[in-house]
Each structure stands twice: as structure tokens, then as C-alpha cells.
T-cell receptor, first 114, second 109 residues
């Protein structure tokens, strides 16, 4: 029962570098999400997907791109990392939309941009 | 924009009862979630309220008053493992989740 798996768990980048965070879920969920969590703030939605081949912008999409080529995978890319993107990133999935049912979260990816 | 307010930190004693409050703006309300998040771990679902009243689930209960824009999470018979952050999230008028910053609950022996 893997649930939602994120890789890598930790990463340090220099300003301007690029990277991709991978999220995989084995629950056959249609909906997948990427959030960031910063101290003193609530979770903020970056991008989400309502099904394979679809993506949509969330609350804070600038500086990030996503792809959902396969139903079970949702990738988050940073093309040119900035210190403001230092955060803990959580992937989540759900059977129905985030507003109607339980979200299943991955364990988080801690990213530091120097 | 929507504001979700919950206390930053609370302290309680093992075996006791604690109530964690959450207030939100009432316009366009479509439901309220509570999640638990242990330090360094993923949030996990606790409860969902869309109608007024109390919903009990074991040692945890969640209450909602839509007219007052108010919810609380009630934890009974506190255990050390209940030390965690508790996140309140409102479903807004656009059916999107607005998350509070979380309440860090510290349980003392």
C-alpha cells in the first residue's frame, strides 16, 4: 500500500537551476495536486489535474510547470529556481475534487534554493 | 479574499480534553475539513463538515456552525501521539480549498 509517493525527499538547488519533482499514486485517482507549505501559512495550491493529459493553474502557479502524461504520475517542474521557491512541496491525490473528498498526501519534498 | 483563523499553538495535558477553534468568512461556504499533520509528515484527513452540528469519530469530534462561521475540533482522552498540527480548510464559493496555517498542539505528560 504505497499510496502517494514523492521523489526526491530532499533537494538543494542553486538559483537558476532546474529540477523536477515526481509524484506517483497507486489508488487510480483521477485528481492530483501540487501544494507548497511555508511556515506560518496555509497550504497553497500550485497546479492540479483532473485527469490524465489535463492540468490547471492553482493559487500560486508562477515559476512552476506540470505534466500528467500518465494517470498515476504528476510531475512538478521548476525551470529556473529562485530562493522564494524554498519550501516543502506536497503532492496529493483524490477520487473526486479536493472540495468533496479526502485528499491523500505524499510525505513531502523539502526544497532549498540557495 | 478568504481568511481562515486558528490559534498558532496550544498546550494540553495527557488524558485531558482540548478544543481547537477555526473561524472563516461565511460568504460562499461549501464545507470544512480538518486534517492532522505530525511534524515532518504528510497531512492526514480527520473530518469533513458541511451541515451544522457535531460529528463524532472515536476520540475526535468536529463541530460546525455555518451562521457563525465557526468550527472546532474536539480531542478527548489526549495521548502523547496527538501532538501534531491540526489544519482547518474551508471550501470556498469557487469550490476550492482555503487552508488555515494550522494549530500546533503540544501534549504534556
Amino acid at each position: 500500500n504505497a499510496g502517494v509517493t514523492q521523489t526526491p525527499k530532499f533537494r538543494v538547488l542553486k538559483t537558476g537551476q532546474s529540477m523536477t519533482l515526481l509524484c506517483a499514486q497507486d489508488m487510480n485517482h483521477e485528481y492530483m495536486y501540487w501544494y507548497r507549505q511555508d511556515p506560518g501559512m496555509g497550504l497553497r495550491l500550485i497546479h492540479y489535474s483532473v485527469g490524465e493529459g489535463t492540468t490547471a493553474k492553482g493559487e500560486v502557479p508562477d515559476g512552476y510547470n506540470v505534466s500528467r502524461l500518465k494517470k498515476q504520475n504528476f510531475l512538478l517542474g521548476l525551470e529556473s529556481a529562485a530562493p522564494s521557491q524554498t519550501s516543502v512541496y506536497f503532492c496529493a491525490s483524490s477520487y473526486s475534487g479536493e472540495h468533496t473528498g479526502e485528499l491523500f498526501f505524499g510525505e513531502g519534498s523539502r526544497l532549498t534554493v540557495l | 479574499g478568504q481568511n481562515i483563523d486558528q490559534p498558532t499553538e496550544m498546550t494540553a495535558t495527557e488524558g485531558a480534553i482540548v478544543q481547537i477553534n477555526c473561524t472563516y468568512q461565511t460568504s460562499g461556504f461549501n464545507g470544512l475539513f480538518w486534517y492532522q499533520q505530525h511534524a515532518g509528515e504528510a497531512p492526514t484527513f480527520l473530518s469533513y463538515n458541511v451541515l451544522d452540528g457535531l460529528e463524532e469519530k472515536g476520540r475526535f469530534s468536529s463541530f460546525l456552525s455555518r451562521s457563525k462561521g465557526y468550527s472546532y475540533l474536539l480531542l478527548k482522552e489526549l495521548q502523547m501521539k496527538d501532538s501534531a498540527s491540526y489544519l482547518c480548510a474551508e471550501v470556498d464559493s469557487n469550490y476550492q480549498l482555503i487552508w488555515g496555517a494550522g494549530t500546533k498542539l503540544i501534549i504534556k505528560p
